[in-house]
């Protein structure tokens, strides 16, 4: 699987998570995983 089709399919199956039942907790469990975390840039 390519790594655009691998990103597409993550993506994917975030759809429908909410954070009103805390089902959002695995974006962000997702994003928190990788080291260093992304950050703005002014």
């Not at 994917?12 to 907790?25: L, T, V």
Request: with cysteine; charged share 25%.
């Amino acid at each position: 699987m390519s790594d655009r089709q691998k990103f597409i399919s993550t993506a994917a199956s975030f759809i429908g998570c909410k954070e009103a039942d805390r089902s959002h907790r695995q974006i962000i469990d997702v994003y928190n995983g990788h080291k260093p975390l992304a950050e703005a840039t002014p």
